[in-house]
């Protein structure tokens, strides 16, 4: 079993790099088929977002836009509850059909709060599209749309995810070693 150290904390191997792309893969198809024709506007929620953005619009093929956003929403390996504001959007999304693109869905506390923020922009809809979801952790009222992979309440990293700012470059999920 594969094992990485990042700063104290040890992790095992959990998700490998093939299952992952496979998994992005699978979620685009429901995309193309989902939106074709509304031309959609991607967000893709910085910092954790930037693997599974990339790797995602590689198989997105109907016209549509990707831009960035960032927010700031964790610390160490707890939800903080108290989030910034979103930054960065220039476009105008009114009337858009909205695709947010996150890394993962937790408590739905990030989400709720992007959501509210783009509401008030009057988008056509606001979708979601996440790498990771969990369902045992979630205890707002949204739902993901697409979901490439969901997971038990464990913490993880890389593809994208951190521990403290470290690990988003692992190419496979690690969990935590309890
Ligand atoms: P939520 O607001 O849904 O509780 O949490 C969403 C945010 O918390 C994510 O965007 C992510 O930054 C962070 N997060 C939640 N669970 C994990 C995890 O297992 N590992 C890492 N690295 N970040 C997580
Ligand atoms: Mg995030």
Redesign the pocket.
Known sequence: MKKVRILDKDFELFIEADTIQESIKRLAVNINNDLKGKNPIFIA?LN?SFMFAGDLMKHVNIPSEITFVRIA??KGIS?TLDLKEVLGLNEDIKDRTVVIV??????????EKLISQFEVLEPKEIKIATLLF?PK?LIKDIKPDYVALEIPN????GFG???DGFGRNLQDIYKIKM
């Open positions: 929620v954790g929403s964790y939800s996150e890394d993962i869905v937790d408590t739905g506390h990030t989400i969990k952790a464990d913490f993880i990293v995810l951190d521990y």
